[in-house]
């Protein structure tokens, strides 16, 4: 018999499931079956996060706890969000099934510890990304970064040990498009329309795989070159984001720097760096949706969108310019944003052992919010063009509004985030194998008060 | 007395935070409140955030000058680890407080017919708020945590009203300017308060253990250079005159009273970091008296009032960063606040000074030649003319900061380059470069 919270996670994922074969198999009116979809993973996934983590593992060796809990209520409040902001002419029935998989694999793969389950579902969403992809230059650029994701993911995984954690990061960097993989995901935004790649790249999905890898024990030493690798990643991949003369691929690589910040959050061996990491991929990946999908409502009314000039947008389309301005300082951190205190976390915990990094994070979250203005004075302000855009209808509004209340509410009541996860059991994959306390410098942390588990 | 406190602390920081959401919601309904709504709106929150702090204020008086501090709420808790909002109201910070309180107040007032009909009117306030909001947090921040929350509330705020006209090029640049320099510097006091609560436990500012030894100094010198952004000190004096774009009472508010003195109010605030740290202080010292030189010199150049104001207000914010780097926290504290009122108001007097000034000269006949400065008459011509060239160049800080950055940007286009390359080679299409060149 399966508790409460294992059956709604089921009755989640095969929702998501569901919609996506039902659309595969030739079924009509997607933009009503993914908003429906959405929603209803969105409404089964809050009584999962309430209920408190279940003991003992679920159906096929899920895990429900801290890391798996948010991940059906996330997943929903995306898909709700696309599907119903997306520009129509993108919601097609192909796109949202493929949406629809994608979001069940990676809810499943949150609840899926290291193994052969893990190994299979990785090579299938990897596999998903394709159709989410635009037909024809997108897939050929995206195919071979993704079939290597899943090789090395899947290896990894089937490996363990030291050696199978690095592939498994390094299969999560070329699944997210972390430099020196960045070209497919940046690529995308530009290949085709900004909209199909927000889907595919903004949730980074990809992060799923890396929220349960053992990393303290298998890293130890190994800690500190990841960090480097991917501070030098992401601030590479911001300052490429400014020197853009296309708001496309702009936005591509502003959200794979953000990326980096995520995952070297939640490749931290510390819990308040793990979970200031999972808090930023969920913070960042609904901001970076947001950002996306603004982009792609621009891009749509008038075509390519270039920054190299002022277009003074803001004149005719304020909400737009508001939820453009809005989506990019909470991907980056503003205060009052939810970013701000993941962000916070992934500094705190991940290494403030090493002034050095420490200052190229920071010079990188730095960058970013200067890249996020310097496009938004480009894009909407300055000199109006003569031709208006029409601003956001009203079912834009409606899926943006909700993503930015959201975001705001969770920035200035952070405590209720924290309230949440950890009713829902936030220790997460170090409390498992007992890695709790402070990684390998317990004993020469000169704070273990603040070391968690103590 | 604490509860008193909290509620008194809270009424200050928070009545500005709801005039923005006050204003905020009706705008994504897509409701417009009208001029009357909004200024009253704003005069209520500002008065009775003056009110709370004056409150504050009496009781500080009634205890003896005593501070205190209080946590207004657990801002994030999780296990073995946590991030207070704790406010400190001592003298500094009744100060600071109630100077924010009293001008932004009256900025706001003055701006209700000064920007009668203007269609960013909204937006002023709204940002005018925000701005109120961050500088109120500053001021009674008592960690670093809480005190660069608001920083970079200030520091968006202002960027967003220099851009205020942003029907022309030239605002919209200067705001992205200005907002360089802050982010460049805000590195500094993040990188600050990560440290500082790695190896103290907290980011207090006012902890009785500060951090010893090198860890120690790089603290303090990275909350000198943060400080110098936004006091606008050399060499990043380049953005402030230009910032003179927005409309004259955030000019006024801005660049004049508060967002400038942030600067050495938080260097006041974390002297006790800064006091065991000879060096910091003397690069302090050094920091200082350059900004004043400097903004000195190039003031005397400006042809227009406002950007000759604006290097008034850096030479004196430049002498108040010497008086902290002295040992004289007190006597900048006063200076910060003297100063804040007089250039507010020689700001919002500015439009009419001029307009005044002209009709002077009509009575009097024409315009009378301008006169020499004394140390200006007695230099030689030659190192006068230098001086002035010098000065009218802004000692040729933008064009080395251009220089610094010319080979790092064409490093990253580069790269850039490198990643067209692969996408063409792997794709079969060429990433499309200029505008038009649709896929």
């Known amino acids: ?454 | 007395m604490s509860g008193v406190l909290v509620g008194l602390g809270g009424v200050a920081l928070g009545l500005p935070a709801l005039a923005v959401l006050a204003m905020g919601v009706p705008f994504v309904l897509g409701v417009r409140l009208s001029e009357q709504a909004v200024a009253r709106l704003v005069s209520a929150a500002f008065a009775g955030a003056l009110l709370a702090c004056l409150a504050l204020d009496a009781l500080l008086l009634a205890r003896g000058g005593e501070p205190e501090v209080v946590t207004l709420t657990q801002w994030v808790a999780l296990p073995g680890y946590s991030i207070d909002a704790r406010l400190v109201f001592d003298a500094a910070s009744a100060v600071m407080m109630t100077l924010t309180a009293m001008l932004c107040g009256l900025i706001g007032a003055f701006s209700a017919s000064y920007l009668h009909k203007d269609p960013g009117y909204h937006r002023f306030f709204v940002l005018l708020c925000l701005f109120g909001t961050g500088m109120m947090a500053v001021a009674s921040g008592e960690t670093l945590d809480v005190v660069y929350a608001g920083w970079e509330v200030v520091g968006l705020a202002s960027a967003l009203l220099i851009a205020y006209f942003f029907g022309r090029e030239a605002p919209v640049r200067h705001a992205l300017r200005a907002f360089a320099v802050y982010r460049v510097c805000d590195v500094a006091l993040l990188s600050a308060a990560v440290l500082l609560h790695h190896h103290a436990g907290e980011s207090s500012l006012g902890s009785p253990h500060p951090v010893e030894g090198g860890m120690g100094l790089l603290i303090a010198l990275l909350l000198v250079f943060a400080s110098m952004g936004k006091a606008a000190a050399f060499p990043f004096t380049g953005w402030l005159p230009r910032a003179m774009e927005g409309p004259t009472p955030s000019s006024a508010i801005f660049y004049g009273a508060l967002s400038i003195h942030a600067a050495p109010y938080l260097l006041i605030r974390a002297w006790p970091l800064l006091e065991p740290q000879p060096v910091a202080r003397g690069a302090l010292v050094a920091v200082g008296a350059l900004t004043a030189l400097h903004a000195t010199t190039v003031g005397r150049v400006q042809t227009d009032i406002k950007s000759g104001l604006g290097y008034a207000s850096v030479t004196q914010v430049g002498l108040v960063l010497v008086e902290i780097g002295l040992g004289l926290p007190t006597l900048a504290l006063v200076h910060l606040a003297g100063h804040a009122f007089l250039r507010a108001w020689q700001l919002l007097r500015a439009p009419s000074l001029l307009y005044d000034w002209k009709q002077r000269v009509a009575l009097l006949g024409g315009e009378r030649p301008p006169a020499l400065h004394p140390w200006e008459a007695v230099l030689p011509p030659a190192l006068r003319d230098r001086l002035w060239r010098l000065a009218l160049e802004r000692w040729y800080l933008d064009e080395l900061g251009a220089l610094a950055l010319r080979p790092v940007a064409a490093a990253v286009r580069a790269l850039d380059g490198v990643d067209r390359a692969v996408v063409k080679g792997l794709s079969g299409q060429p990433v499309p470069q200029n505008y038009g060149e649709t896929p």
């Open chain 1, 1 to 454: 018999m399966i508790g409460l919270g294992y059956t709604l996670l089921l009755g989640g994922l095969a929702t998501l499931g569901l919609g996506a074969v039902g659309l595969a198999l030739g079924g009509r009116r997607a933009e009503v079956v993914g908003p429906v979809a959405g929603g209803l993973a969105l409404a089964l996934g809050l009584p999962v996060l309430t209920l408190g983590a279940p003991e003992g593992p679920g159906p096929g060796g899920l895990v429900l706890d801290g890391v798996s809990a948010p991940g059906l209520v996330v997943v929903g409040l995306w898909v709700l969000v696309l599907t119903l902001s997306a520009p129509r002419r993108h919601v097609e029935p192909g796109w949202v099934a493929a949406l629809l998989a994608r979001g069940a694999v990676h809810v499943a793969l949150l609840a899926c510890p290291p193994g052969p389950l893990a190994a299979g579902l990785w090579v299938l969403g990897c596999g998903l990304v394709l159709p989410g992809l635009s037909a024809g230059p997108a897939r050929r650029l995206g195919a071979p970064y993704l079939g290597l994701a899943a090789a090395l993911g899947a290896v990894g995984l089937l490996w363990g040990g030291t050696a199978g954690v690095a592939l498994a990061l390094l299969a999560v960097a070329a699944r997210t498009g972390l430099p020196p993989f960045q070209s497919w995901a940046v690529g995308a935004y530009s290949l085709g329309p900004p909209a199909r790649a927000t889907a595919v790249i903004a949730p980074m999905f990809g992060l799923a795989l890396a929220a349960r890898l053992p990393m303290a024990q298998a890293l130890h030493a190994g800690q500190v070159p990841v960090q480097v690798l991917l501070v030098l990643g992401a601030l590479l991949a911001a300052a490429l984001a400014l020197v853009q003369v296309r708001l496309d691929r702009a936005t591509g690589f502003l959200t794979v720097s953000c990326a980096g910040v995520a995952l070297l959050g939640v490749a931290d061996e510390h819990n308040i760096g793990h979970l200031g990491g999972l808090l930023s991929w969920v913070a960042g990946g609904t901001a970076l949706l947001g950002l996306g999908l603004v982009t792609a409502a621009v891009r749509s009314r008038r075509g390519p969108v270039p920054v190299d000039r002022h277009l003074g947008l803001a004149a005719h389309a304020p909400v737009l310019a508001t939820l453009f301005l809005l989506f990019g300082l909470s991907a980056v951190g503003a205060p009052g944003t939810a970013a701000f205190v993941s962000d916070d976390l992934v500094l705190h915990g991940s290494i403030g052992d090493h002034p050095l990094l420490l200052m190229a994070l920071v010079s990188t979250v730095s960058l970013q919010g200067y890249t996020v203005l310097h496009l938004f004075y480009r894009v909407f302000l300055g000199p109006p063009e003569p031709v208006p855009l029409p601003d956001a209808l009203r079912r834009e509004r409606a899926g943006l509004w909700l993503a930015a209340a959201l975001l705001l509410l969770a920035g200035v009541a952070p405590r209720l985030l924290g309230a949440v996860w950890q009713r829902g059991g936030a220790a997460g994959p170090h409390a498992e194998t007992g890695q709790h306390a402070a990684g390998p410098h317990a004993e020469t942390d000169p704070h273990p008060e603040l070391s968690p588990g103590r």
